[in-house]
């Protein structure tokens, strides 16, 4: 590398605290990281439940009635690489550290937040409870409260919670008079951070990752059970005088007030139906011609107690017959590697990130509708 001042460990301790500051969602879920251990894309890891356990009322008559602490353990597949390669020849015009950083590292670290949040927030699919209303941007009051009773009904440890908002939500919750007046209680951190903080009980942040959720169908009108579902039952059949297109993973659906979760697409509607619609969480016993809702597409926004989620990473295996470093700080692993690439005859430098999500608890987690 022409600017030999630098060393591949330097750029790698340079990058890492700067990637910490830009992720959003990885740093307010749980979080499983060991760097005794390297992984590869494809590695699947036991990671441990965070234990949940009930407090009750005590009982003088009764005495206690003692819990048993079970630990159990969901799979994570390591199955993401956040990456960004450039040429060598690219940082070749920099004469300092000051001067890499500004072309490289600050993008690249940016780069490789935007990809891990983005691919984060996709876990909205697996989340059933909802607030707001699809189509319209969440600007009230309201909504939070909503989305905290979702939460409170979902049994969610009430410390910790936060949110995650696009970029329109935020907007509009910033313009919330209560916000805005915020001075008016001895603090005006609204007015001089452009952000809500902390309301409602959950701290608040904006992300222009979270997702637009698209449904797969194009038509509905009459939407019903088709026939009757057994309590405990995790499918079911639709038909409906009108009923086109397909449902797909995260498409919600709305039965006697309760909402569902599609966990995996579905054929097309043949003849105005849809069979074996897989559904999370369990479905009560439903009688055949009951109304069904289907929620139109929307901005999939989140609520959630950081036991809702996992971001689980393990540090990349060094290559061999290369230069590379692998630097690790607060559960997050960043590899530096400068090789060449034989086939286009150029040096090369590369960072990357290896990670999975998973979805553990979605009763603690809430998507409110934009």
């Known amino acids: ?3 030999s001042f630098v060393t591949i460990k330097d750029f790698a301790r340079a990058a890492l605290p700067r990637l910490i500051d830009h992720l959003v969602f990885p740093n307010l879920i749980y979080k499983d990281y060991s760097d005794d251990f390297s992984g590869m ?4 890891i ?69 990809k891990i949040n983005a691919d984060g927030l996709e876990l909205y699919k697996d989340i059933f409870a909802t607030a707001g209303t699809a189509g319209e941007t969440p600007a009230s009051l309201s909504v939070l409260a909503d989305a905290r009773k979702a939460l409170n009904q979902g049994k969610a440890p009430v410390s910790g919670r936060s949110a995650v908002w696009d970029p329109e939500a935020d907007a509009a919750f910033t313009a919330i008079d209560a916000i805005v007046h915020a001075e008016k209680s001895g603090s005006n951190q609204a007015l001089r951070e452009g952000s809500i903080g902390r309301v409602m009980g959950m701290d608040h ?9 698209k449904t797969g ?10 026939s009757a579902v057994a309590a405990g039952d995790r499918k079911l059949s639709l038909s409906g005088a009108s009923l086109a297109g397909k449902l797909v993973k995260g498409d919600l659906i709305r039965i006697n007030g309760a909402t569902y979760a599609v966990t995996a697409d579905t054929a097309a509607a043949a003849a105005n139906a849809i069979a074996n619609v897989a559904v999370t969480p369990a479905l009560p016993a439903i009688a055949a011609n009951t109304e069904v809702t289907l929620i139109p597409s929307h901005t999939a926004n989140l609520a959630f107690h950081p036991m809702a989620f996992a971001f689980v990473t393990r540090p990349l295996t060094a290559p061999g017959g290369v230069e590379s470093y692998v630097t690790h700080y607060n559960g ?16 090369m430098l590369s960072m990357d990130v290896l990670y999975g999500f998973k979805t553990l608890y979605p009763e603690l987690a809430v998507r409110v509708l934009g």
């Open 1 to 3: 590398m022409a600017n």
């Open 332 to 347: 997050i692993s960043l590899r530096v590697v400068r090789g060449y690439d034989m086939q286009h005859k150029r040096e």
């Open 217 to 226: 169908i194009t038509a509905a009108s009459g939407v019903k059970v088709a």
């Open 41 to 44: 894309k494809g590695d699947t």
């Open 46 to 114: 036991q990671v441990r439940k965070p234990i949940v356990l009930e407090a009750k009322d005590f009982d003088p008559d009764q005495g206690v009635d003692a819990q048993d602490i079970v630990e159990s353990t969901v799979d994570v597949t390591l199955d993401k690489i956040a990456t960004v390669d450039v040429g060598i020849e690219a940082l070749q015009g920099a004469t300092s550290i000051d001067d890499l950083t500004r072309i490289f590292i600050d993008p690249a670290a940016a780069a490789l937040a935007a």
């Open 205 to 213: 942040y904006m992300s222009q990752a979270v997702k637009q959720h």
